[in-house]
């Protein structure tokens, strides 16, 4: 199992550019989620979701849209990049409720 | 904001040395309690899950506390690849699902 994949891992992005993040896991996991990680804060919940064509917004998701056709692949997309959304992100899985969440390796964004 | 709060750190300790760290948590209703590791530049990795009865895992061993609200990871004869920053995670039901919240983290550092 490669476990969960994020591509691109590093990316530079100019003010009002839009991209997407990948993410896909081959654990068959149901829960996948993405985060923010900033120096200085904890990791901030951005979406989420509990299973194929289900998604939901968590803590900071202005700026982001998700989706989920598929149970393997939750892709992140910055709509019109802004300096504020230079981060590390990351996504993770985890196979139910109440379970440890695998994360990926993170991608670092930096929005000039 | 529910907050999961940690030692501030960093923690120095010499190589053998028992350390202790303590995490607080606002929300009495969470429901699943977890360490995380952190290295530096990479992913956040799940160390153990901490259960009401207590927990050990090798030279590690979680507490929790759920009428104090509280959380504790004790590491046992400390080596130098403990050195990372430990991250206290706290996991409660959202409107749609399960969420998890992190504290910021205790940077550990480990000397010869």
């Known amino acids: 199992n490669a476990g969960v994949t994020q591509t691109p891992k590093f990316q530079v992005l100019k003010t009002g550019q839009s991209m997407t993040l990948q993410c896909a896991q081959d654990?068959?996991?149901?829960?996948m989620s993405w985060y923010r990680q900033d120096p200085g804060m904890g990791l901030r919940l951005i979406h989420y979701s509990v299973g194929a064509g289900i998604t939901d917004q968590g803590e900071v998701p202005n700026g982001y849209n998700v989706s989920r056709s598929t149970t393997e692949d939750f892709p992140l997309r910055l709509l019109s990049a802004a300096p504020s959304q230079t981060s590390v992100y990351f996504c993770?899985?985890?196979?139910?409720?109440?379970?440890?969440?695998?994360f990926g390796s993170g991608t670092r964004l930096t929005v000039v | 904001r529910k907050e999961v709060e940690q030692d501030p750190g960093p923690f120095n300790v010499p190589e053998g040395a028992t350390v202790a760290f303590n995490c607080t948590y606002s929300?009495?209703?969470?429901?699943?309690f977890f360490w995380y590791r952190q290295d530096c530049r990479k992913e956040p990795k799940l160390l153990m899950s901490v259960y009401s009865s207590g927990n050990e895992d090798g030279r590690f061993t979680a507490q929790l506390n759920r009428a104090s609200q509280y959380i504790s990871l004790l590491i046992r004869d400390s080596k130098l690849s403990d050195s990372a920053t430990y991250l206290c995670v706290v996991a409660e039901r959202g409107a749609g699902s399960y969420q998890l919240t992190f504290g910021k983290g205790t940077k550990l550092s480990v000397i010869p």
């Open positions: 654990m068959n996991h149901e829960y």
């Open positions: 993770a899985s985890s196979p139910r409720e109440n379970y440890g969440y695998t």
């Open positions: 929300n009495s209703a969470s429901q699943s």
